[in-house]
């Protein structure tokens, strides 16, 4: 498996998951838009083979969601104009077309088999043989601005892995003798909250060792959080230590063949309302179906007796089994009915995201699979006003790409979607799909429109899991500049242009006043917190539409935020904030009580710091300065002497030295330093109160002892080995078996070096380190090793691994994987195509929605998806809050405004106008946190600041000098009587038309 291509996805399915998928064998039925969507989200996740079925020639409406397709395409069948698109994504996943029948024989050949946008007959013909022979079946259709999906796994369907989230671990505190026993996890122990029934085990307890056992058992939750177990009356008694764990258990699903769902279909769904609708969409579609059954065809785009003709046949239909009596909504279906002609890019993606990952769940058995039905309707993004909705003639098919949407829209919101100009941020996964979507939907392809992609980063092999636009060659190049490029060839006509420069205060030159006066609005695909705050601050600076997406894992995001209209951006600072845990851990814990992973990873990532960069650091700086130590802080000589010295007096020159570092170093960590702390703390310690020192959150450590033969034994050594050959300069070696022969000889002679290091020091100790840089000065200078987490060949994340497994060997910290410990260093985001795919198609329903004009608060939406739990809510966004002062009210997208004039204002006219004007009485001005004004002042330096134009004191004060093409200079005021949680809005002091302040004017 190359791991490295897929490692973000690694984090989310596993190895075990992502093996049975690079086995799978996949058949897909329908390559229209939807078909295209799931197809590209399969082979980029790299199942391991696809068969593609489409007989049907391309016709222009298919180009309007389907991305394999082109001009070029027409006539052409839509699965053999897709297969060589398709396998330029990932070449390890064998695509094929499949040109004869669909037969019993051929559909046994399959593990899963999807239809999308199928006949209804087709899919019971399918579903039904399926089911017969245990064949994992799927059926996804979208018509319009709705969709439906349909999963039949059998009658007997195991989850190994119903949920994402990893098994619950919580250190324990203490455990009562009786019955039931209770036990007591440690408050500061990050997890999840265990529930009644779970199953867990318990390890690495001291005293009640009866608990130690891999035999689950069950818990009840008490209302403090302490778990209540079995009998614990005749155990030992607990002294210290130990950890529970949950153990995941498998679930059984249940699914009825298609023939049967179809007539009681099982919709889960938050209300009854809820409830209803899915119900109508239910039936709409059986109706859709039967008039394409009797007329060959979909209903005419917004034809009103082709409408009326599908909710006839929809009222005419049988009440579904297990369902009340009741009427169907005749308006819904009415419009579902008039735009169910069209095909929608983002419809595609949505609907193909949560199939795909449907597919995978059938092939891996992780994560639960959809109860058989789910329902998607977008009607909000047409216009509320029955008088705006399109008609047939502005509907009819213009032989063009855009004639799908055309048929849901019509020509008056293509026309506006062609002049748009949108910034792009961000050209990873998300943003590639927005990319995509844009030249779908036919986004700035006029004069004057366009799309600015801005992305600093370049392309690596981990992103081509996930990222559409990029292919092997293009690993190395900027992400920017591939993306465009690749979405011109999508879309000819679509006018891009990419940037390479980070969208962040450094480039406000760049990003400036001229820039965002000719944006329309801002798509925001970034994977930090602080850049999305940047962004959202901008956006609300200049008054622009902001859509924003996220995913984590099979965690999704979609939200949008309209001026005036919505709320603004208040997304959590950083990631760590967001979990409430951004403070540092205490030096003390990390050195000599850890208690958790993350503890040790810390010391771990300290050590390396401290031993492979630092130290080389210091000394290159002592040879080139020859600093004399004499004269140094105490604790910075000291740490200087234990970086510097480590374990040798001198300069390493061969391998060998090198090894006998490492040894040495691995004597220091894993067994002097624990056997020192246990002198001082001995395992047996009481406290005052009667209590052990070591209980609690404190972990009893136990030294180790080295053994060649255990594999993080090993790997530390080889790990270190060849960092400090690499920080001297010197050769290094990956044979695993030249340096068990020479472990084997150095530990056998007795070679290993004694520990130099000493906490007691005084002038002998500063005269040896000085003598020991004196000889290391006489070489060349070290070269600091830089600790990089992707090259999985230079030894860095192997040091750490070892490292930290080790120092959770010491403390009895139940140790994680490589994977788990690479994430946590590396800060990696868990990432899948699927939902990348479906957050991406949500943002494309808002844009239609932001581009279509001004419209209620209530038609747009906030979406937020778990595709592992099948969980989907969408909500309207808040409306912003509304402040007041005095007779003053505003909201974050108000500011106040004051023009500058000719000849500009002083600031004592400044002020004027705003008493005059708005009624405040300034008592501070300030400017980027300058002060510019303070009534407070003394009456002489106020009168000095006051007859001073306002653009020439804040120069004077800042050294700010005015840029060609600025607007508006903003200033913050506070007035008297404010209270703390007044924000007022900005001050906008705009700056004159042929001033030399500004070049250009709206």
Not at 818 to 825: D, F, G, L, T, W
């Amino acid at each position: 498996m190359d791991k490295e291509l897929y490692s973000r996805q690694l984090y989310v399915l596993g190895l075990s998951a992502m093996k049975k998928i690079q086995e799978a064998k996949v058949l897909l039925c329908g390559l229209q838009g939807l078909g295209a969507e799931v197809a590209k989200n399969l082979v980029l996740m790299g199942v391991g083979s696809l068969t593609l079925y489409d007989p049907h020639p391309t016709c222009w409406a298919d180009l309007a969601a389907q991305f394999f397709l082109s001009e070029e395409s027409l006539g052409r069948s839509r699965a053999e104009a897709s297969q060589a698109q398709l396998a330029q994504l990932n070449e390890a996943v064998q695509i094929s077309v499949h040109e004869g029948d669909i037969t019993e024989d051929l559909l046994q050949g399959f593990q899963v088999v999807m239809l999308t946008d199928s006949k209804l007959e087709d899919q019971l013909k399918v579903g039904t043989v399926c089911h017969k022979h245990g064949v994992y079946f799927l059926m996804a259709e979208t018509r319009g601005l709705v969709g439906r999906l349909f999963c039949d796994f059998g009658e007997d369907f195991i989850v190994v892995d119903p949920t994402e989230v990893e098994p619950m671990t919580a250190a324990i505190q203490d455990i009562s003798q009786g019955s039931p026993g209770i036990v007591t996890l440690r408050g500061g122990t990050k997890r999840h909250s265990f529930y009644d029934g779970d199953l867990v085990i318990f390890s690495d307890i001291e005293g009640m060792v009866e608990l130690n056992s891999d035999s689950p058992q069950s818990v009840r939750v008490q209302k403090d959080g302490s778990l209540e177990i079995g009998d614990t009356a005749t155990f030992s008694r607990y002294l210290r230590g130990g950890v529970v764990t949950e153990v995941k258990r498998p679930k059984t699903v249940r699914h009825k063949p298609l023939d049967i769902a179809l007539l009681q279909p099982h919709v889960v769904a938050q209300n009854t309302q809820e409830v209803q609708r899915a119900h109508c969409l239910h039936q709409a579609f059986h109706a859709l179906h039967m008039f394409q059954q009797l007329h060959g065809r979909l209903p005419k785009p917004w034809d009103p007796d082709d409408a009326e003709t599908v909710v006839r046949l929809a009222q005419d239909l049988e009440p579904l089994k297990g369902t009340k009596e009741e009427s169907l909504d005749g308006a819904l279906l009415r419009t579902i009915a008039l735009s169910s002609a069209g095909s929608l890019s983002p419809m595609a993606a949505i609907l193909g995201g949560v199939a795909a990952q449907e597919v995978l769940k059938a092939i891996s058995k992780k994560f639960m699979p959809l109860d058989q039905w789910l329902y998607f309707d977008a009607l909000e993004c047409l216009p509320e006003d029955e008088k705006l909705l399109p008609s047939p003639e502005d509907c009819h098919p213009r032989n063009c790409r855009y004639d799908g949407q055309i048929a849901v829209f019509g020509t008056g919101l293509q026309e506006k979607l062609s002049y748009q100009h949108y910034l792009l941020v961000g050209a990873g996964a998300i943003g590639c799909e927005m990319l995509k979507g844009f030249a779908l939907v036919g986004l700035g392809v006029r004069a004057n429109g366009g799309v600015t992609v801005a992305d600093m980063d370049h392309i690596e092999r981990s992103n081509l899991s996930r990222q559409f636009l990029f292919r092997p060659k293009d690993v190395g190049r900027p992400k920017a500049e591939v993306a465009s490029a690749a979405a011109r060839r999508l879309n000819p006509h679509l006018q891009v242009t990419p940037y390479t420069y980070p969208l962040d205060p450094t480039t406000e030159d760049i990003y400036d006043d001229s820039f965002f006066s000719r944006v329309d609005g801002v798509v925001a695909a970034l994977d930090s917190f602080q850049a999305r705050h940047y962004v959202a601050a901008r956006c609300t600076h200049y008054l622009k539409p902001l859509l924003e997406a996220g995913t984590q894992g099979t965690l999704g995001s979609a939200s949008v935020f309209v001026p005036h209209v919505t709320e603004s951006y208040k997304g959590p600072a950083s990631a760590s904030a967001s979990e409430g845990d951004d403070a540092p851990y205490p030096m003390c814990t990390l050195r000599h009580f850890p208690s958790t992973v993350e503890h040790s990873l810390q010391w771990v990532q300290d050590e390396f710091e401290g031993l492979f960069r630092l130290s080389a650091e210091n000394i290159n700086c002592y040879q080139q300065t020859c600093t004399s130590l004499l004269g140094t802080d105490r604790t910075r000589t000291l740490a200087l002497l234990q970086q510097v010295m480590g374990v040798l007096r001198t300069r390493p020159q061969t391998w060998r030295d090198c090894v006998v570092w490492a040894l040495g170093h691995w004597q220091l960590c894993f067994c002097d330093r624990i056997v020192e702390l246990l002198r001082h703390f001995p395992s047996d310690k009481v406290l005052e109160d009667g209590t052990l020192f070591w209980s609690g959150s404190k972990n009893c450590p136990h030294p180790l002892q080295f053994d060649p033969n255990q594999d993080m034994h090993f790997l530390y050594v080889l790990a270190a080995a060849n960092l400090y050959a690499q920080m001297h300069g010197l050769p290094g070696s990956q044979s695993h078996t030249e340096l068990r022969e020479l472990m084997k000889l150095l530990l056998e002679s007795g070679s290993t070096p004694q520990n130099l290091f000493s906490a007691e020091f005084g002038q002998e100790q500063l005269k040896e380190l000085k003598e020991t840089l004196d000889n290391w000065s006489k070489g060349p200078p070290l070269k600091p090793v830089l600790f990089g987490k992707d090259d999985d060949g230079n030894f860095h994340m192997d040091f750490v691994v070892a490292a930290t497994d080790l120092r959770c060997q010491n403390y009895g910290i139940l140790p994680v994987n490589h994977a788990r410990i690479k994430q946590i260093v590396g800060r990696i985001i868990p990432a899948i195509a699927t939902s990348t795919s479906v957050v991406a198609g949500l943002l494309g329903l808002e844009l239609y929605k932001v581009v279509s004009g001004p419209r209620p608060r209530g038609t747009f939406r906030h979406s937020y998806l778990h595709l592992a739990e099948n969980h989907f809510i969408r909500s309207a966004p808040s409306a912003p809050a509304i402040q007041s002062f005095q007779r003053l009210k505003w909201t974050c997208w108000d500011r106040l405004k004051v023009p500058a004039g000719q000849p500009e204002r002083t600031l004592e006219s400044l002020l004027a106008c705003l008493q005059e004007e708005h009624g405040l009485k300034v008592e501070m001005l300030l400017h980027d946190q300058a002060l510019l004004y303070s009534s407070g002042w003394p009456f002489e330096k106020r009168a000095q600041h006051l007859c001073l134009r306002v653009t020439e004191l804040v120069q004077q004060l800042t050294g700010w000098k005015p840029k060609p093409g600025l607007r508006v200079l903003v200033l913050e005021l506070s007035c008297e009587g404010e209270e703390d949680e007044t924000a007022f809005p900005p001050l906008h002091y705009e700056l004159c038309r042929g001033s030399h302040h500004a070049t250009t004017w709206p």
